[in-house]
């Protein structure tokens, strides 16, 4: 033990015996420090388990979602959070006025026999050798790193691995005190990050919570309390630490006796160093405090003092180790079998242009019959759920709102002002000659004016079925090209460029049937004939009724056309004008029927031929000229894999690297666990 003394020779012991037996402890006899192999034998037990913890915690596990059995150190603002943990490990860290622990500190202790202690802080993939006395500083300096110069603070850990003769093998997590009032530089919020990070440790069952407590204070007062209290209710992975048995040394045995705080795992208290006590002195004076102070002698010599509190730690580890593994070990092949499925359906990377053209051609097939059925046969059952991809019922919809609207429109009201427009036109087609001959021009003015005021309809109503089209094609193609991100650009540019130019033939179309309308009226529809002639033979009896001086009311009811108001038309008492008006309105009612079928059935027929066109020719045409023009960036595009893909495989293989890493450590201490699980 000649190392022992060295290491402390700075501060020369009075007993001949290691400096640092902290765990070896006999709990039955704490006055006895002497070396106890069970406690040694332990360590080197439970060093290789926590090892591979280590291991996992470095592969960073809790990434996978797979959470470590932890030990964090949880306490109010100086409480002593540091104190206890620099006892524990025999080095200063950093004290002081304010907030100094910033980040999440994991302390890594390990029992060597070394001459010299070996400190080594890990951040930021660094590995910083440092000693005991650059250690605080070491730490600042990589605080200041992570959560910068101020006084914020940051979730990223920072690892202390002490490596130290006569150190409990512990691995425990300091995280940064409870402050309810921000110093000055520090942000409002301070409190909720701190809360954020604290319970983000202590909420996994797999964590013991480690509450450090000043004897100072009332605990049922304590936030570190209340914050582990909403975790572990019943306190079962809590162990309370109290700090500061010196100052406050009245009512302590009552307090950690009374337990109103739910402390399942029971209480240590301790006496950490004070000032600039040297960590031997620290120690000596802890034992003597228990030993002879009035009040703290009467204390369970089972519940204070460091060494105790050491101890305890170890056995609370190695059960939640023993504990937690087995979970940990299931979780891991879960998940590894997890991410080996989803990597294997994921879709191949194309690496020839054989296998992208094949790609490509699978994509416009599928997208094709897709397409058929969903627009053209009426099938659905790829979109059972998605309304809007049962096509040909919406098409349906859509073109009976457009037929609904030509037939309500005021265009298509025979009663309106009845006879008006055509008395007046009758006016002005007025020539010299016989009069009983029906001025052509008449119709055709009526008619085409009547045309020009629903035209907007058969436009409106094409614009919109491309725009709906135009989703459907490209939910579809994007769905089957989902896999190719650069086919999936090129196509859907394609789609957008076809729908354009097939909306503008439509409509070119729609242009074409309404100038039609305007320009010639024929047809050889029966239909037109048989009404004209039904409402001719009710003119003589309508006009009768018309003229009637002593007509009841204001209305006259036309059989097949409805009430009309005739009190406008007693202006005009001049029968012929009023016969021929009646004519001309009759060949107008039947007419306007037939035109406005023709509006509907001839672009419905046009859209039901181009939907066809678009699946069975143009979509392909498109799509291919699109690829392959010069500008398309050619078939090599296929090749590149689509950002979302790549990085889904990429974040796959690293997590199956992780888990079959973490696995091979588990498996190599696997045989291990189970030595500890009843201590
Ligand atoms: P933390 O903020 O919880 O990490 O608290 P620190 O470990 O920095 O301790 C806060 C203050 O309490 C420091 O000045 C310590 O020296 C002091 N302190 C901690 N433990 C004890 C103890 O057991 N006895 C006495 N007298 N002071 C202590
Ligand atoms: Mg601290």
Redesign the pocket.
């Known amino acids: 033990m000649a190392s022992g003394k060295k290491s402390s020779s700075t501060k020369a012991t009075k007993h001949d015996r290691p400096s640092l037996s902290l765990v070896c402890v006999d709990v039955d006899q704490p006055q006895t420090l002497s070396i106890a192999p069970i406690v040694s034998s332990y360590n080197e037990k439970i060093r290789p388990v926590l090892d591979a913890l280590e291991n996992l915690r470095r592969l960073n596990i809790a990434k996978e979602g797979i959470q470590l059995p932890t030990i964090v150190v949880v306490?109010?603002?100086?409480?002593?959070?540091?104190?206890?943990?620099?006892?524990l490990a025999g080095i200063s860290?950093?004290?002081?006025?304010g907030?100094?622990?910033r980040v999440p500190l994991v302390m890594r202790l390990q029992n060597h026999l070394l001459p010299q202690p070996e400190l080594v802080l890990e951040y930021n993939g660094k590995n910083v050798s440092t000693d005991e006395a650059n250690v605080s500083h070491a730490i600042n300096t990589a605080t200041e790193e992570l959560a910068g110069n101020a006084k914020g603070i940051s979730n990223t850990p920072l690892t202390l691995i002490v490596k130290k003769n006569g150190v409990p093998d512990l691995t425990m997590v300091?995280l940064p005190?409870i402050t309810r009032v921000p110093v000055h530089g520090q942000p409002d919020n301070i409190y909720d990050q701190i809360k954020d990070i604290i319970m983000q440790y202590i909420t996994p069952e797999e964590s013991i919570i480690l509450n450090?407590l000043?004897?100072t204070v009332d605990f049922t007062t304590c936030e570190s309390i209340r914050m582990s209290q909403t975790v572990d209710k019943t306190g079962l992975r809590t162990l309370a630490v109290v700090?500061?048995?010196?100052?406050s040394p009245e009512g302590l045995l009552e307090k950690v006796t009374a337990d109103d705080v739910n402390i399942g795992l029971g209480y240590v208290c301790?006496?950490?160093?004070?000032?600039e006590e040297s960590y031997e002195e620290a120690r000596e004076e802890?034992l003597k405090l228990f030993e002879s102070h009035s009040l703290l002698s009467k204390i369970d010599k089972s519940i204070v003092g460091i060494p105790v509190l050491a101890q305890k730690l170890v056995h609370v580890q190695a059960q939640i180790i023993s504990k937690t593994l087995p979970e940990i070990i299931k979780k891991i092949n879960e998940k590894l079998g997890n991410s080996l499925n989803e990597l294997e359906i994921l879709p191949a990377n194309l690496s020839s242009m054989a296998d992208a053209m094949a790609a490509f051609m699978q994509i416009i097939s599928l997208s094709r019959d897709s397409l058929r059925k969903i627009l053209l046969i009426g099938e659905f059952e790829d979109y059972p759920d998605e309304k809007e991809m049962h096509c040909t019922a919406r098409l349906v919809e859509m073109l009976n709102s457009y037929a609904n609207e030509l037939e309500i429109c005021s265009e298509s009201n025979p009663t309106k002002d009845f006879l008006m427009d055509e008395i007046k036109v009758l006016e002005e087609a007025k020539i010299i000659g016989l009069p009983n001959f029906m001025p052509r021009t008449a119709f055709l003015t009526l008619l085409s004016k009547k045309v020009k005021g629903i035209s907007y309809m058969p436009i409106n109503f094409v614009d919109n079925v491309w725009n709906y089209l135009q989703t459907v094609v490209t939910s579809v193609l994007n769905f089957h090209s989902s896999n190719y991100y650069q086919l999936q650009v090129s196509i859907r540019r394609a789609a957008e460029l076809l729908i354009e130019k097939k909306k503008k033939s439509s409509i070119q179309h729609v242009l074409q049937a309404v100038q039609m309308e305007k320009l010639t009226d024929y047809t050889c529809n029966p239909e037109y004939l048989k009404e004209y002639n039904n409402l001719m033979s009710h003119q003589e009896g309508f006009l009768k009724e018309v003229t009637n001086v002593n007509r009841e009311g204001n209305t006259v009811k036309l059989e097949g056309v409805g009430v009309i108001n005739v009190v406008h038309l007693m202006k005009y008492p001049d029968m012929l004008t009023l016969a021929q008006a009646y004519d001309l309105k009759a060949r107008l009612i039947a007419y306007w029927k037939i035109v406005i079928r023709r509006l509907i059935d001839v672009i419905a027929m046009h859209l039901m031929l181009s939907i066809n066109e678009l699946i069975s020719t143009d979509l392909q045409k498109e799509i291919c000229h699109e690829l392959l023009a010069p500008s398309g960036g050619g078939v090599q595009r296929l090749l590149e894999e689509s950002p979302s893909i790549s990085g889904k495989r990429e974040r796959l293989s690293r997590s199956v690297k992780v888990l079959r890493e973490s696995k091979d450590t588990v498996a190599n201490i696997m045989d291990r666990i189970g030595v500890y699980g009843d201590n």
């Open positions: 306490g109010d603002q100086s409480s002593g959070k540091s104190s206890v943990l620099e006892s860290l950093p004290r002081g006025q907030i100094c622990t300091d005190g450090v000043s004897a700090t500061k048995a010196d100052k301790v006496r950490n160093r004070i000032g802890e």
